[in-house]
């Protein structure tokens, strides 16, 4: 036996040797010694090692590498599932068109090797990871696998050779077991130490779980073998106890046991000696449910056999838990767990140590192997009580519930699976038993109704597991398995399941139950509401709607039985327990009536898709009127909430009731509770309903005829709203028709029509806000049209739309024309709307819709909509309109709104109007004939002889007895008359006496009718005599119980019928006395009154009665017949009152109108006057770069005090400015095309190229051969990080200024700019501004004489130039003037950062803030070119013209830069126009040369002259530098061009130019030039020969002469360009505009650099040069500058001298169209700087930086990364791509903002964050909108939610 230090030598050889031993027949000593081996090696006392993993790979692999021992087992997998696990945060896909369950998912490699084109897919954010499904038959289709796992790989993989695993066969368990050990040696229970060893000991075994991971993924084989040895009970026996002499492992074992011990979990012996102990004998199933529900005494059931469980309810109160029991179940379910092999035991750890991910993965990664997922699934099911209580206990149950689901939901969605377990292992009993022990845990009294004696338990809202959701795995399991079909009638079977249902389901009946607050607001307002309204939609509506989809045929008829039965005696047992019986509890309300809710969607169900009929569902009346109570209680209660009666229970209560009604809530709670309220009265007596209604609304004491009234119990201005809530609500009630006949489609229909009427809604808003049978499992919307279809059929798209300064608009649907006109519900509006300002809006857009398709122009009413008919059951709902109640309450309401009483409103009007058409629309079958004397009979009045509608309309009523104050003006009028002592006038002949009147009066007490009918339904119900009841009734009729003592009785004379208050309430509104004619009459049609306000309405009321009813038509014609004014019943003055009223309102509304008009046009001239930010059009208010040439004094208006005058010395005026650094020259390219975004390896971004690039490589090349202070007036910086200057154009005192900023920074509410750094916005316009710039005193632009042009020769103004530059700069006198030019200076430096200023030798001298001074005018005048659009083509007209204030910027810039003067020898002027002798003498040696003028950069020199000469500056010599400056320039052309060209031709053309030389005027023809400048620089030593060789490559063709001429324009034209917009805006020049090619001569005319000569000839650029001196000699003299450069290597030379001035505009990257792309590459990209994948990857946009948003890894002294990477790309302004976003944020300085997206779904939205994951696509419209806001530097105007981000980005 080898000695085990030897072993460890050498691995390779001792593993090989193992194996090939271990082959033989005979293997029992190599047995032996692996053994031997394997416990010394992987002793668990020795902690983990890394040798012991170093050792178990060696023996697995048998002596071969671990690598190519992986290789192998790969190649006989013989898999065909993918089965990829990944955890939270991954980014899969889900396929609904491929997906057979909804939890189906995919890996991105999967979905991307499939064919999903055209599916509805989507792409999602794991939340709590998964597992891929490619090739699971079960879980999708198989068209939608992959191209791996298409072709079932399994069968032509050969089969694996014996010898291959043989050594993890025998290794494996013996390491398994060692992690078990290591588990129950680390584990204690969480009290007795803090849950961190938890954690080090998982960090322990890490590497170990690794290597267990490591082998699932080998495929096929390897997991066979895995499972045999996790499955097999034998060897789990001999190790997990341990052998006798193995004293760890028995340790070990014990350690175990006490471990199952303290989880609460015992054998089933001693649980059942604990039970009998507390006298819980087993009792009947259904007395588990009883007892929870409290039914106290035994005697109160009818099967005495059912003992109760006492022990449940001493002081449910305490929250003692209500025990359950039952035989039928086993009772061991909650409490024993048995292990019998490996995979259970580390299941039990698994949850023991709350699901480490990295066992939850391995367990997972397992699941392709059939036979383990069976016996896993039965393991898990076995586990589940045990993970539940685990979960409850746990700290952190919102990543353990997760990683359980993470589990159950592959465990569960397979139907063949759960199916498997429910019959093997009783999943179905496990799962209720788990929820209600659960739920069990914080259960309380209920309070609702009987708040002492209340026997009923309820679930605790504020309890951690309600408010956590902690109950959310477990719910979705049992949803995920109810949606198989198996299961679900499984458990409808099953009747003892179904009643522990419905006690769990009750628990939620009435819990968080609100109590209206009377006295004072209440403290604290309890968030517990959002846990209610979760608890009853995830685990009460959605189990619900998963049963329902099984009950959709008649063979399923018995379950909806079973179901309805077992909700009633529910719920009977609901009300025997909290005591109620017959008025509900005043002033409570719950939302949460789960069991009426099951009752309702089971009865709807019932009716509309199996046949049953609804009678033999319903109870008997009594319980009917009990049910109809509490969701009618909460009906009433919406309405009051809305009428602030709760508002002392603070907005919490608004959030309820915003939540009952919202989207996802409401067909699982409003929409049953109408249906339920449809049910009971269509069933229950319609007087009796009616009354209810308005009791419950707390509005019957305002039904009174008379004019004042006392309410006992509102507030009057609450009556209205309350008036109005009663008054909706029975138009809903009988009108919806949801659940009353309305197929699928219709219902999909009309939430549509309703929400897209109330706003134009993306796509994806649509969705979310039609309610869809909110079982995750259906994925699909019902009916038949799917949700595309309907959404064309009823809406238009309008594409997204792009206002440059305005939002961003997405693409939005907005209904059709027709749609409007002929579906348009504002019922189903009211229903569906959350806020009620949406319902006024829809009632907006349809009036808008009305005014513009030209129907009717005023306010229009909602409109009335025909309703599809009832379903046969519904019919009784019908005899709610054609009720007597119903019709005294219209007649009084009708009366109430024409004689003006308080509290009446236009929309109390149009619902009575509303009703009143429903019930002429719906007339009730006329067989119920002989039903009608019964009624008569028991009917104490007779306002109505019948309950008809129609002939009611007609009836007349005379006189009316009601009880009013005795201060109310009817009293007056009946005291003045019998001082009078006169009988009333009477007009009927019969009435004749007083007492008769008396005797004929109608009196009404709802309350007294109501519980008349109570009682008679109740006595009816008892077969006792109703003769009993009716003196109670007569009694309380005359005296409403409980009225104050000074009301009085009065008799009012109405003698009015509902159509003649009709015709008179139509007069009224048309304020016409007879607006109904005749004539009117006879042309009547309904038809035409569709839309309008409230007249077209009463139209068509009554021309639908005319139409139905002979005698109504005569009645009519009477009515109208009377044309004389109509006599007010014997009230005059109100009435006049009441006709002034409408007057005086009308005059009030004309005079508001006018005003409104008045302010609007006010408010129009203000926006065209200030806003010229967004619109290029308007003109500027004063447009101060061009204004017109006045000889007076510029005046300027102070937009603070508002006064107008001159800028002076002691108070100047000054420009609102924006100053901010800019790098976007700098990222100018040469060619146009933008550069692509790289998305592969491949494709790369060379920063090279660009102008910031190409200008710095010049400047560094130049300064390592030239003087520094030469060379700082050769260039121009500030391509990157340049100060741009930018105006809104208003102008303020700077005085006044400075007060403004003490008022900002005094005020404390500060709109996300920041007052120190000295930000500001504009007063006027409101726009963002942070310096001020000064306006110089005297004339806006040099007028008169500077514009004169002299005569004077070229000669004269060169030396005139040359003296003005002579002059030495004056220092201006101290003056608040210069102090704030001095101050804006200092502004314009703090602008960018100091490495954009320092490019000379030695930082801060003055020939660096010279340069840095000059370059800011060239930025400003460059990027001004850039807005014009790189050319002056366009002339005048620009946006950038109105926001340039270069010609202030220029006079403060030239005061500072005079005070440096130019030393003469130095100055440039004279090499530009003189020959100047040879100075090479006067360099001492160490002094290095000046820059030679053909390296110089002419544009610079220009402004340098400009600048540095007095100001003003007289026009002719500006335009002498021009011409001086402009020979120079194109000197620069032709050395360029001739490097370029090949060398032959070279010498072609030297020999032309030589024979030109001594023609007239040679000096302007190129020819010659060029050839001189050839032969002067072919002396320069191998000027022409370092580049010959590419340049001829390139130059493969010939140079034509016109060619050249054109290379030569181009090249001048940049110079030209700014030399023109610098006249412009010195002398106010116009820009004329002109097409593309004449540019050159345009400019050239401008310039004033040639004669009159307009000649059509094509201009030559030779022709206009002006030399003022030899041509030719300043030519040589300037070339010689160039040969004289000995120690300048020649390549630097010749690269100096071909600079290129031009540059395509700046653009953005190029991006790829489909986001997919950049998202797949990026997201998963590692970070450059530490090697990380980033949590928040970010994409510079302009340069393609890829960087961290918020990444901590990359920070730099306290500063992220994306606020670095905006510094030094753009300045500090960034533009970044969040790729997990899809979002651009933008970063301007201290900054930011979210931009918005460029990139959008099919349905024009964007879509943040990627939470739809639609496949996304490029809208170039918004990218242009981007760019053009970064060109013009107006992110800051436009973009209004700025935020400061601290450097946090």
């Known amino acids: 036996m080898m000695a085990a230090s030897q072993l460890r030598r050498d691995k390779k050889s001792t593993a090989a040797h193992l194996k090939a031993d271990l082959k033989r027949t005979d293997n029992s000593s190599a047995l032996r010694q692996l053994q031997e081996l394997l416990d010394s090696v992987l002793n668990p006392e020795r902690g983990s090692d890394p040798e012991a993993l170093e050792w178990c790979k060696w023996l697995l692999a048998g002596g071969d590498g671990f690598d190519d021992f992986c290789r192998t087992v790969r190649s006989y997998d013989n898999a065909t599932l993918c089965g990829l696990v990944w955890t939270a945060n991954f980014v899969a896909y889900r396929c609904r068109t491929c997906g057979i369950s909804p939890c189906m998912s995919l890996c991105a490699e999967c979905f991307n090797n499939g064919d999903h084109t055209g599916h509805d897919f989507n792409m999602f954010r794991s939340q709590a990871g998964g597992a891929c499904d490619c090739g699971d038959g079960n879980v999708m289709r198989e068209s939608g696998f992959c191209r791996r796992h298409r072709l079932k790989t399994g069968e032509n993989v050969p089969s694996v050779p014996r010898d291959l695993l043989l050594m993890s066969e025998m290794v494996l368990p013996r390491f398994i077991i060692t992690i078990i050990q290591y588990l129950r040696d680390g584990y204690t229970e969480p009290e007795s130490a803090a849950d961190r060893d938890l954690q080090k000991v998982l960090q322990q075994l890490e590497s170990h779980i690794s290597l267990l991971e490591e082998l699932t993924k080998m495929g096929g084989a390897m997991r066979t073998v895995l499972t045999k040895i996790l499955t097999n009970q034998q060897t789990f026996k001999e190790l997990s106890m341990g052998q006798e002499e193995n004293v760890y492992a028995k340790r070990s074992y014990e350690k175990y046991l006490s471990a199952l011990k303290s989880s609460g979990l015992v054998s089933v012996e001693e649980k059942g000696a604990g039970g009998a102990g507390a006298g819980a004998t087993d009792t009947a ?23 109760e469980d006492q022990d449940g309810l001493q002081g449910v109160g305490q929250r003692k838990r209500v025990k359950l029991s039952s035989t039928t179940k086993d009772p061991s379910i909650m409490d024993t767990l048995k292990h019998k092999c490996f995979l259970e035991e580390l299941l039990f750890w698994t949850i023991k140590y709350e699901f480490p991910q990295k066992m939850v993965t391995f367990l997972l990664n397992m699941l392709p192997d059939q036979d383990y997922k069976i016996t896993f699934t039965k393991t898990f099911v076995q586990h589940y009580a045990f993970i539940m209580k685990t979960l409850m206990k746990s700290h952190e149950s919102d990543t353990m519930s997760n990683r359980i689901v993470h589990i159950s939901v592959q465990l569960f969605s397979n139907e063949e699976l759960a199916r498997h377990v429910t019959e093997e292992c009783q999943l179905l009993d496990i799962m209720v038993t788990v929820l209600l022990y659960m739920m069990e845990s914080c259960l309380i009294k209920s309070e609702l109704q009987d708040e002492e004696n209340n026997r009923h338990v309820v679930v605790n809202c504020g309890e951690a597991l309600l408010k956590n959701n902690t109950y959310w795995p477990l719910v979705s399991d049992f949803i995920n398995i109810l949606s198989h079909q198996s299961v679900a009638k499984r458990f409808l079977d099953d009747h003892s399941l179904l009643l522990l249902w419905m006690s769990f389901v009750s628990f939620f009946q ?32 959605q189990p619900m709607w998963g049963l329902l989809t099984h009950c959709k045929v008649k063979d399923t008829q018995e379950y909806t039985k079973t179901l309805v039965r077992y909700c009633l005696e529910t719920l009977q047992m609901w009300f025997d327990a909290i005591g109620f019986v017959d008025e509900p509890a005043p002033n409570q309300l719950t939302f949460h009536l789960p069991l009426h809710r099951y009752y309702a969607m089971f009865l709807s169900k019932g009716v509309k898709c199996q046949g049953l009929d609804l009678d033999s569902l319903l109870p008997d009346q009594e319980m009917l009127m009990k049910i109809m109570v509490h969701p009618l209680q909460i009906q009433a209660s919406l309405s009051e909430i809305h009428s602030n009666m709760w508002v002392r229970n603070g907005l919490q209560i608004k959030g309820q009731a915003m939540t009952y009604v919202q989207s996802h809530f409401c067909n699982s709670m409003i929409d049953p509770d109408i249906y339920l309220l449809q049910v009971c009265a269509s069933r ?51 009108s919806l028709r949801i659940h009353l006949g309305m197929s699928d489609d219709e219902i999909l229909r009309a939430e549509m029509v309703s929400q897209l009427c109330m706003n134009d809604r993306t796509h994806s808003s649509l969705l979310d806000l039609i309610p869809e049978n909110p079982n995750p499992k259906s994925g699909v919307v019902p009916g038949s049209c799917s949700f595309e279809e309907m959404l064309s059929a009823v809406a238009d798209f309008k594409a997204p739309v792009f206002e440059p300064g305005g939002s961003m608009q997405q693409g939005m649907y907005t209904p059709k024309a027709e749609v409007w006109e002929k579906e348009f519900d504002p019922i189903m509006v009211i229903l569906r709307t959350v806020y009620r300002r949406d319902v006024q809006s829809a009632m907006d857009r349809y009036g808008a819709f009305l005014k513009q398709s030209g129907v009717h122009t005023g306010n229009p009413w909602p409109p009335y909509k025909e309703r599809t008919p009832l379903h046969p059951c519904y019919r009784g709902l019908v005899r709610l309109l054609h009720c007597k109640t119903l019709h005294i309450v219209i007649f009084t309401l009708l009366y109430k709104i024409w004689m003006d009483h308080q509290n009446m409103s236009e929309h109390v009007l149009c619902m009575v109007l509303y009703l009143i058409e429903l019930g002429m629309d719906n007339q009730v079958q006329e067989d119920k004939l002989e039903e009608e004397p019964c009624i008569e009979e028991h009917c104490h009045d007779s306002w109505f002889p019948g309950t008809n509608l129609l002939s009611n309309l007609h009836h007349v009523i005379n006189f009316v007895r009601v009880r009013v104050p005795e201060t109310a003006p009817e009293v007056e009028r009946k005291r003045e008359r019998e001082r009078d002592r006169e009988t009333p006038a009477s007009t009927s002949a019969d009435s004749s006496s007083f007492g008769q009147n008396l005797r004929e009066a109608q009196v009404f007490s709802l309350v007294a009718e109501r519980r008349r009918k109570f009682q008679e339904i109740i006595n009816r119900s008892n077969h006792e005599a109703s003769q009993a009841v009716r003196p109670k009734s007569s009694s309380s009729r005359c005296l409403p119980p409980g009225s104050p003592p000074q009301l009085v009785t009065e008799i009012l004379e109405i003698r009015e019928s509902m159509l003649s208050l009709l015709v008179k309430l139509h007069q009224k509104l048309s304020a016409k006395q007879n607006s109904l004619s005749l004539s009117w009459l006879a042309e009547v049609d309904p038809g035409r009154h569709e839309h309008g306000d409230g007249i077209t309405a009463i139209e068509r009321i009554l021309a639908k009665a005319a139409s139905r009813s002979r005698h109504s038509k005569r009645c009519l014609q009477e009515i109208c017949g009377k044309v004389c004014p109509p006599i007010p019943p014997k009230m005059t003055s109100p009435g006049d009152k009441s006709m002034n009223k409408e007057e005086r309102r009308q005059r009030a509304r004309e005079r508001q109108q006018k005003l409104l008009a008045e302010f609007a046009s006010r408010q129009k001239s203000f926006m065209e006057t200030a806003m010229d930010v967004e619109s290029p059009e308007a003109d500027a208010v004063m447009d101060v770069g061009s204004a017109e040439p006045l000889d007076s004094e510029i005046l300027y208006d102070c937009v603070i005090c508002g006064q107008s005058g001159p800028s002076t010395e002691d108070r100047p005026t000054g420009l609102v400015v924006l100053l901010q650094a800019s790098s976007v020259l700098g990222h100018r390219c040469r060619s146009d095309t933008p550069k692509r975004l790289p998305t592969t390896d491949e494709e790369h971004i060379y920063p090279e190229d660009t102008c910031g690039a190409t200008h710095d490589v010049r400047l560094t090349l130049m300064q390592r051969y030239f003087k520094d202070s030469s060379c700082l007036q050769s260039v121009s910086i500030g391509w990157d990080g340049g100060v741009y200057v930018q105006t809104c154009g208003h102008t303020l005192h700077i005085d006044c200024h400075k007060s403004y900023m003490e008022s900002l920074r005094n005020d404390q509410v500060l709109q996300g700019f920041s007052v120190d750094k000295g930000e500001f916005t504009c007063p006027l316009c409101r726009q963002f501004a942070n310096s001020v710039l000064p306006c110089r005193p005297g004339r806006g632009t040099e007028t008169g004489a500077w514009h004169t042009a002299s005569n004077k020769s070229m000669s004269t103004l060169v030396k005139e130039v040359e003296d003005l530059q002579e002059q030495l700069g004056i220092f201006p006198a101290e003056s608040n003037l210069s102090k704030e030019m001095e101050s804006v200076i200092k502004d314009i430096k703090n602008t960018t ?52 204030c270069l010609n202030q910027l220029f006079h403060v810039l030239a005061m500072h830069m005079r005070l440096y003067s130019i030393d003469s020898a130095y100055n440039p002027w004279n090499r530009l126009t003189q020959s100047t002798h040879s100075r090479e003498t006067e360099y001492c040696d160490e002094e290095r040369p000046e820059v030679p003028m053909l390296f110089r950069d002419v544009p610079s020199l220009l402004i340098i002259f400009i600048l540095t000469m007095p100001q003003p500056l007289r026009k002719e010599h500006f335009t002498c530098v021009v011409k001086v400056l402009y020979s120079l320039q194109y ?9 370029r060209i090949s060398r032959e031709e070279r010498h072609a053309w030297c020999n032309t130019g030589a024979a030109k030389k001594n023609t007239p005027n040679s000096d302007k023809s190129w020819e010659s030039l060029l050839g001189h400048v050839i032969s002067e620089l072919t002396k320069a030593k191998d000027l022409y020969d370092t580049n010959s060789e590419e340049t001829s490559v390139l130059n493969s063709s010939v140079w034509s002469p016109q060619s050249i001429e054109s290379t030569l324009q181009q090249f001048c034209l940049p110079f030209l360009r700014l030399s023109c917009l610098l006249q412009h805006h010195l002398y106010g020049d116009s820009l004329p505009s002109c097409p593309m090619e004449e540019e050159f001569s345009l400019l050239i005319g401008c310039l004033g650099l040639v004669g009159s000569v307009k000649s059509s000839a094509p201009m030559s650029s030779a022709a206009c040069l002006e030399w003022n001196f030899n041509a030719y000699d300043l030519i040589a003299q300037w070339c010689s500058e160039v040969i004289a450069l000995s120690d300048t290597p020649t390549q630097q030379s010749a690269s100096l001298l071909v600079q290129d001035p031009r540059w395509a505009a700046p653009r953005l990257l190029q991006l790829p169209d489909n986001y997919n792309t950049i998202f797949q590459y990026y997201h998963r990209k590692s970070c450059t700087s530490c090697g990380k994948t980033p949590k928040d990857p970010a994409l510079c946009l302009v340069c393609g930086a890829f960087v961290c948003l918020k990444g901590h890894c990359c920070k730099q002294q306290g500063i992220c990364e994306c606020v670095l990477h905006s510094q030094h790309c753009g300045a500090a302004t960034g533009i970044f791509l969040l790729i997990n976003a899809s979002v651009i944020i933008i970063i301007r300085g201290h900054r930011f903002c979210l931009w918005g997206s460029v990139y959008l779904d099919a349905h024009g939205e964007e879509d943040r964050d990627l939470r739809r994951g639609k496949p996304l696509y490029l809208c ?7 760019e053009q806001q970064w060109v013009s530097h107006t992110f800051d105007h436009i973009n209004k939610r700025w935020g400061p981000h601290y450097n946090g980005l």
């Open 285 to 307: 199933a259904g007395a588990g449910a009883l007892s929870l529900l409290g039914a106290t005494a035994a005697a109160s059931l009818e099967d005495s056999s059912k003992e």
């Open 510 to 541: 009435g819990m968080n139950l609100n109590k209206r607050e009377l006295n004072e607001h209440v403290e604290f307002e309890s968030q517990t509401y959002y846990a209610a309204f979760a608890a009853e939609l995830e685990a009460c509506a």
């Open 684 to 734: 229950l007596d319609p007087d009796y309903f009616i009354s209810s209604v308005f009791e419950r609304f707390k509005v019957v004491d305002l039904l009174t005829m008379a004019s004042q009234h006392q309410n006992a119990v509102l507030d009057s201005e609450q009556e209205r709203p309350m008036l109005e809530g009663a008054l909706t609500f029975l138009v809903i009630l009988c």
């Open 1393 to 1444: 950062q100091k490495k954009y200023m320092d490019y000379g030798k030695n930082p801060g001298s003055p020939d660096n803030d010279f340069l840095f001074m000059y370059s800011v005018a060239r930025t400003n005048l460059e990027l001004e070119l850039v807005h014009r659009g790189g050319n002056l083509c366009s002339g005048g007209a620009s946006a950038a013209a109105k926001r340039s």
């Open 1531 to 1539: 000197t620069q052309a032709l050395a360029a061009l001739s490097i």
């Open 1820 to 1826: 170039e419209e918004r990218y242009r909108v981007l």
